[in-house]
């Protein structure tokens, strides 16, 4: 008996110490007591798994061991924080994988135990934007007892969560780190002593909208398609925020600059690429509804400079860019990239047109049958010239020696002899606006409609020349130099104008197609050089077209009258590019019911610039040889002199 009582005190005194062992490395283990709440959190009722939905109502720890330091006070640190328990597996992988999920906001499941890479990108793209707008208190008190509370289930490795009641002893309020919508309600909390998810807490607002990259374009300055030679062309990359949340992602911008080649295939120029890795993006704050300017090659004002003349030697090339960004969305789940539509500027001449001893003038319409001029709508055009080009103290721009008069804008054409927005141009520029004084307005001292009226008809040689002329032919090319008389051409078709030699004094011929597609002048037609005994000796050609007038390539002077009642092409040839190079003068007058289309390219580059592409020359002939006209009712007049001041 005796002994087996030794015996049964050693058996006791060896379970003492086992339990005692045992009980030294348990983790600590919430004493208190707790109760159930109403509904589910995250899709789980009280007391069962986010994971698995296996239930655990004693033996429950806090999710971390060990507070989360004070370190962790942004949303990257946080991030890295969570990442670091989740690799060091076990306890820590399942509490860090539970708190990544849902602040993603996703209800339990089995699968929920492994955080993605896209999981890691959309948390870190939540957290950037609710920090963006003030949305995160890193160390806000907030209660921890009678609130909703997570707990660990070491039987279980899961989570759970149940209402921790208030008793003595218990600490019931903890530094937490709050997430707050842009409203201000709290959206999660996470207590920072335990590690534990408290409240009802809900997804944090995930900034859905999708980013659009951008690409503007710059020539010298000022937004445009085109560049002249030695012309700096500049393209800003933009990334636009389509979302009406702020997000804080540029994601991985890369910028490519390329030419294109004649074949259809493009040559990369040049690439640049914005801070960071398509695995880390570089990150800014970007507000909601507004623009990020992201410069892939300093980090300014976004912008890639490329001169034109020092790349590009063929006119027509076109230099492009595009901007990607990857991904447009991190919330997406996966890298998604998208690719702003490409950006091109045109390597183009930009010539200049010179008006000499005479005005230009813009709007105004022909009488139609009834003999009314029909209002113009929309509002007409106006007067446009190229590009004002300065070299050294030198200006080359476009101009006329007298007035430039137009119902619409004119920009870049001087006036008076004088380069664009020079005193003395504006001195004799005439558009149809208030500070001008609608030159073109519906009668003096009459409040302006900015449309041309019956007495604002232009100048019609098709009512003072076409009933001059009476024989007709259908024949579809005329040699105005051998021609027997004044014509009219008859066929519908396209109507070619020669001249197989310079015109001699005293003839004059008009020609009318009025029912012609186009009349394509393919020879000069010259005025020759005299000697001339009278007025009457004066040669005049008169061409009509009741639909377009196109002068060819090889056509460098034409001499006379030429009225189009839609357009005046001064180059016409498939294809145009560098086609057109050859400078045009045009003596006498050009009135045109649609527009005047200047393609000649003359002087667009060194070391020409001075020469004219085209020229456009009033000459006395053209007022002269009205002085023999049979009817002095029916002179052809000149455009408004009345009302132009003497030249300065």
Not at 304 to 313: D, E, F, G, K, V
Not at 553 to 568: C, E, L, M, P, Q
Not at 624 to 643: D, F, G, K, W, Y
């Amino acid at each position: 008996m005796s002994g087996a009582r030794v015996v049964s005190k050693k058996y006791w005194a060896l379970a003492l110490i086992l339990l005692s062992s045992f009980m030294a490395v348990l983790p600590a283990v919430e004493a208190f007591a707790d109760r159930a709440y109403t509904g589910t959190v995250f899709g789980r009722t009280a007391y069962h798994g986010y994971f698995d939905n296996g239930v655990q109502t004693t033996n429950d720890e806090n999710l971390l061991d060990s507070p989360i330091p004070s370190s962790v006070n942004s949303p990257t640190e946080l991030v890295n924080f969570l990442r670091g328990l989740y690799n060091s597996g076990g306890k820590n992988r399942a509490s860090s994988a539970v708190i990544v999920q849902t602040l993603l906001g996703k209800n339990g499941a089995p699968g929920l135990r492994t955080v993605t890479t896209a999981d890691w990108d959309n948390l870190q793209w939540r957290l950037e934007a609710h920090a963006s707008w003030g949305g995160i208190n890193w160390f806000e008190t907030r209660p921890s007892c009678e609130v909703i509370n997570s707990w660990y289930m070491p039987l279980e490795n899961d989570v759970a969560w149940r209402i921790r009641e208030a008793e003595a002893g218990r600490i019931c309020s903890d530094s937490t780190i709050v997430f707050r919508d842009p409203g201000g309600s709290i959206a999660y909390e996470l207590n920072r002593r335990c590690g534990n998810p408290m409240g009802r807490s809900r997804a944090l607002q995930n900034p859905s909208g999708s980013m659009t990259p951008v690409v503007e374009s710059l020539v010298n300055g000022t937004a445009d398609t085109t560049a002249e030679e030695g012309q700096p062309i500049t393209f800003r990359f933009r990334v636009n925020n389509n979302s009406t949340l702020v997000t804080t992602r540029t994601s991985y911008p890369q910028a490519r600059v390329y030419k294109e080649n004649p074949d259809g295939s493009t040559t990369t120029l040049a690439t640049y690429s914005g801070g960071g890795t398509p695995a880390n993006p570089q990150l800014s704050v970007l507000p909601s509804n507004r623009t990020y300017i992201h410069d892939p090659t300093r980090g300014g004002n976004a912008s890639h400079i490329y001169n034109a003349l020092a790349s590009l030697a063929t006119h027509g090339a076109r230099v492009c860019a595009t901007l990607t960004i990857n991904p447009r969305n991190a919330a997406e789940g996966s890298p998604v990239a998208t690719t702003s539509a490409p950006v091109c500027i045109t390597l183009g001449k930009r010539p200049k047109m010179y008006v000499a001893g005479g005005d230009i003038i813009a709007g105004g319409t022909f009488r139609n049958s009834s003999g009314v001029c029909p209002v113009l709508s929309p509002a007409p055009s106006g007067v446009r010239g190229g590009q004002v080009f300065t070299q050294g103290a030198t200006t080359y721009s476009s101009y006329a020696d007298y007035g430039v008069m137009s119902l619409g804008a004119i920009s870049l054409f001087g006036a008076n002899g004088s380069p664009p927005s020079q005193p003395l141009a504006d001195s004799l520029s005439y558009g149809n606006s208030t500070n001008m004084g609608y030159f073109y307005s519906s009668g003096r001292g009459t409040p302006a409609t900015g449309n041309p009226t019956q007495a604002r008809c232009l100048n019609d040689p098709f009512a003072i020349f076409a009933p001059r002329v009476s024989a007709t032919t259908t024949a579809t090319t005329i040699d105005v130099a051998t021609v027997g008389s004044s014509v009219r051409y008859t066929g519908p078709g396209r109507l070619l104008i020669t001249a197989s030699s310079p015109i001699a004094p005293g003839r004059k011929i008009i020609v009318d197609a009025p029912n012609a597609s186009s009349v394509d002048i393919i020879s000069n037609i010259q005025y020759a050089d005299g000697p001339y005994a009278s007025v009457n000796d004066l040669p005049q050609i008169v061409i009509l077209s009741g639909s377009r007038i196109l002068v060819q390539n090889v056509v460098s002077r034409i001499d006379g009258i030429y009225a189009a009642k839609t357009d005046f092409w001064t180059c016409h040839v498939a294809p145009l590019l560098n086609q057109c190079g050859l400078a045009l003068t045009v003596n006498g007058a050009v009135i045109a019911g649609n527009r005047v289309v200047p393609l000649r390219s003359a002087g667009a580059q060194a070391p020409n610039y001075g020469d004219k592409a085209e020229t456009f020359r009033l000459r006395p002939d053209v007022l002269l040889n009205q002085l023999s006209s049979p009817n002095s009712n029916t002179v052809i007049r000149t455009i408004e002199q009345r009302e132009v001041p003497a030249r300065f």
